[in-house]
């Protein structure tokens, strides 16, 4: 069977397709974006002097690093509605399911790399920041943060070209992005290498936009070291 061209370039344009990279996309800036807000909060948990929120926080990273994304998606869609009768209304539809379920895996993952960024941080800066009369939240949004970006940004935009992909699981509970239209589509006319190029285009489009961004973005975080407050001898 010959490629269909045709068939190709419909595909590549149609709305089905275009919308299901839209929830594709708008599913994984959702649950990135409280990934790297709560994976904020886990990571400073994590070096709290307080014993109980190390290890709460350890414990959060240690559990959802250890569940399947996919047994999480299904548990969060079908088993959480029997345990709170609040889920089973019409309200929490495929994409708030997967949206809390692709939030809670990221929030461990991401605790990662922001904890990781925070210990790169030199203690000197620290002691910089509070001989210029920096209070230690003042200390934290301009001196510390700024320094954690620069080494945050390269793995937190690996880790989102990772969760963008994860998002394919999502059909399993029927939400209908990308993957989804592409496997609907193929399925009801036996064209699958047509289809799954449509899929394949959309997917390395996306992350060639992200991965430029991340080199723009890297440039800018990284001026001559303009954002470190003092220089470590």
Same mark, same amino acid.
């Given at each position: 069977?010959?490629?269909?061209? !045709?068939?190709?370039?419909?595909?590549?344009?149609?709305?089905?397709? *275009?919308?299901?990279? *839209?929830?594709?996309?708008?599913?994984? #800036?959702?649950?990135?974006?409280?990934?790297?807000?709560?994976?904020?909060? #886990?990571?400073?948990?994590?070096?709290?002097?307080?014993?109980?929120?190390?290890?709460?926080?350890?414990?959060?990273?240690?559990?959802?690093?250890?569940?399947?994304?996919?047994?999480?998606?299904?548990?969060?869609?079908?088993?959480?509605?029997?345990? =709170?009768?609040?889920?089973?209304?019409?309200?929490?539809?495929?994409?708030?399911?997967?949206?809390?379920?692709?939030?809670? !895996?990221?929030?461990?993952?991401?605790?990662?790399?922001?904890?990781?960024?925070?210990?790169?941080?030199?203690?000197?800066?620290?002691?910089?920041?509070?001989?210029?009369?920096?209070?230690?939240?003042?200390?934290?949004?301009?001196?510390?943060?700024?320094?954690?970006?620069?080494?945050? &940004?390269?793995?937190?935009?690996?880790?989102?070209?990772?969760?963008?992909?994860?998002?394919? *699981?999502?059909? &399993? =509970?029927?939400?209908?992005?990308?993957?989804?239209?592409?496997? /609907?589509?193929? !399925?009801?006319?036996?064209?699958?290498?047509?289809?799954?190029?449509?899929?394949?285009?959309?997917?390395? #489009?996306?992350?060639?936009?992200?991965?430029?961004?991340?080199?723009? *973005?890297?440039? /800018?975080?990284?001026? !001559?070291?303009?954002?470190?407050?003092?220089?470590?001898?």
């Amino acid at each position: 069977m010959e490629f269909d061209t !045709n068939l190709f370039l419909d595909a590549l344009f149609s709305w089905p397709f *275009l919308d299901g990279a *839209l929830i594709t996309i708008a599913l994984s #800036v959702a649950s990135h974006g409280v990934g790297i807000a709560l994976g904020l909060v #886990v990571a400073l948990m994590s070096a709290s002097p307080r014993r109980g929120l190390r290890v709460a926080a350890q414990g959060y990273v240690w559990f959802f690093r250890g569940t399947p994304v996919l047994l999480l998606l299904l548990f969060v869609w079908n088993a959480l509605p029997q345990l =709170i009768p609040a889920f089973r209304d019409d309200w929490f539809t495929p994409f708030l399911a997967a949206w809390l379920a692709l939030s809670l !895996n990221e929030t461990a993952y991401q605790s990662e790399i922001n904890r990781a960024a925070l210990l790169a941080v030199e203690d000197g800066q620290h002691a910089a920041a509070a001989a210029l009369g920096l209070t230690r939240m003042q200390a934290f949004f301009l001196v510390v943060l700024p320094q954690c970006l620069r080494v945050a &940004v390269p793995p937190t935009v690996n880790e989102f070209i990772t969760l963008l992909k994860t998002t394919s *699981l999502a059909s &399993v =509970i029927s939400l209908q992005e990308l993957l989804a239209t592409t496997t /609907r589509a193929s !399925n009801a006319s036996f064209r699958y290498t047509e289809f799954y190029a449509v899929a394949l285009v959309y997917y390395l #489009v996306i992350v060639s936009i992200l991965m430029f961004g991340q080199a723009r *973005l890297e440039q /800018r975080l990284t001026p !001559n070291g303009g954002l470190v407050l003092m220089e470590h001898e």
